[in-house]
């Protein structure tokens, strides 16, 4: 008979769940089916009545922060690194969980994919900026506004990231991040 790893209570043979643990090497965890009830209870709670207002608003936050950190490590550095791109997607997504009261659920998956495409955008857009007043500047222009027609700023994130494609991949992960990361959570069990 084995025993519940969360309350101590004897299980039944049969009505044991065992759950995984982060490394697929460890051996899974049992608990009786109050103890996993309990839990999936709780995930389930954290999906409903979520603040969606709040969660939009963090989350607009997070991106505008997040854009101004790539941005200006772009400026110093003169390199794109990637990996920036993935914790834009992971702090939208964590500001789009707290924003919303510690929710989670697929509404919430939405508002931080969108919001995340809507910073990679903007982030593009001054980057590739950044680098087209340098390259003009030298050649004698000046004047530069900030902000461009919404056609022409389109244009240079298309421009900016025809001419690296390995953007692409970057935006894909930030987006899987902002996709995962407020997902609904499940119990991970070893037995199905």
């Not at 009261?101 to 955008?121: D, E, F, N, Y």
Request: charged share 15%; net charge positive; glycine share 10%.
């Amino acid at each position: 008979m084995a025993t519940c790893a969360n309350c101590g209570a004897a299980i039944l043979e049969g009505q044991e769940t065992v759950i995984r643990g982060k490394d697929k090497k460890a051996a899974g965890v049992t608990i009786c089916p109050n103890c996993a009830e309990q839990i999936e209870s709780a995930f389930q709670a954290e999906t409903e009545g979520p603040n969606l207002p709040g969660a939009v608003l963090l989350g607009l936050g997070a991106a505008v922060i997040s854009c101004l950190i790539w941005y200006g490590i772009v400026v110093v550095t003169n390199y794109q690194l990637g990996i920036i791109a993935v914790g834009v997607g992971w702090l939208v997504a964590l500001a789009v969980i707290f924003g919303s009261g510690k929710k989670r659920g697929p509404k919430l998956q939405a508002i931080s994919v969108v919001i995340t495409l809507l910073a990679m955008v903007a982030s593009e857009y001054l980057i590739v900026r950044h680098f087209l007043v340098e390259a003009l500047s030298e050649e004698g222009y000046t004047g530069f506004k900030l902000l461009l027609p919404v056609g022409d700023m389109l244009t240079l994130v298309v421009e900016g990231v025809k001419a690296d494609l390995l953007t692409l991949v970057f935006w894909a992960i930030a987006l899987w991040q902002a996709f995962v990361v407020p997902a609904k959570r499940r119990l991970r069990r070893a037995n199905p």
